[in-house]
């Protein structure tokens, strides 16, 4: 059965400096990897996603994360958050040779101080 | 920018009443999912559906719970006789063609449902 665990609740940043959202996950096989944002009140939106490549992985609003196969990690960072940037951040993976099936972590709650 | 749209934004039901959620995905998109936030946890899968059938479903998904695609743009969710815990954010997710595998759901913003 594939997992994601996502460690810290909550994370706090102040504006301007680096954030980091840990994620680590298990599968049985090849992972796609994927970052959602929940803003409140909105449904889930896509951030980026890996697939398989660089493990260096851009997606939207500056947002990006690397991929560690023996560290079976998958953590998103961003260099300069932005007040704006808080919201709830999900880590999400599914097995590349079984369904399309996404298994979610329980969520982190990214505060961005002005 | 095409999005999944989800009706009603809340619903409110008794418990035991049957409840229909509504969801109308991406038009050129062909798998279509469920899943359900209940409040303060993380996001589970319900079911997945493919080419006019469930191509997964998960411990949660029993009989209680039915999908069907009526026409050509909605996706709807059913529960038959809805429980307490039933009470969660549903949400309704598309993927395009070849989205199947690695490719990104889009997800739309859910629909609140309170069994009372």
């Known amino acids: 059965a594939q997992s994601v665990a996502q460690p810290e609740d909550q994370v706090n940043v102040a504006e301007g400096n680096p954030l980091t959202v840990k994620c680590t996950y298990s599968v049985s096989g090849n992972p796609y990897l994927f970052w959602y944002v929940q803003y409140p009140n909105r449904g889930l939106q896509f951030l980026l996603k890996?697939?398989?490549?660089?493990?260096l992985v851009k997606g939207s609003y500056g947002f990006e994360a690397e991929f560690n196969k023996s560290q079976t990690s998958f953590h998103l960072k961003k260099p300069s958050a932005l007040v704006s940037d808080s919201a709830l951040y999900f880590c999400?993976?599914?097995?590349?040779?079984?369904?399309?099936?996404?298994?979610f972590g329980k969520g982190t709650m990214l505060l961005v101080s002005p | 920018e095409p999005e999944v749209t989800q009706t009603p934004s809340h619903q409110v039901t008794q418990m035991g009443q049957e409840v229909i959620l509504r969801c109308v995905p991406i038009?050129?998109?062909?798998?279509f999912y469920w899943y359900r936030q209940i409040l303060g946890q993380k996001v589970e899968f319900l079911v997945s559906f493919y080419n006019n059938e469930i191509s997964e479903k998960s411990e949660i998904f029993d009989d209680q719970f039915s999908v069907e695609r009526p026409d050509g743009s909605n996706f709807t969710l059913k529960i038959r006789s809805t429980k307490l815990e039933d009470s969660a954010m549903y949400f309704c997710?598309?993927?395009?063609?070849?989205?199947?595998?690695?490719?990104?759901?889009?997800f739309g913003p859910g629909t609140r449902l309170t069994v009372l």
């Open positions: 997710a598309s993927s395009p063609p070849g989205g199947g595998g690695s490719g990104e759901q889009f």
């Open positions: 890996y697939i398989t490549g660089d493990n």
């Open positions: 999400a993976v599914r097995d590349m040779s079984g369904y399309s099936t996404l298994t």
């Open positions: 038009s050129n998109h062909l798998y």
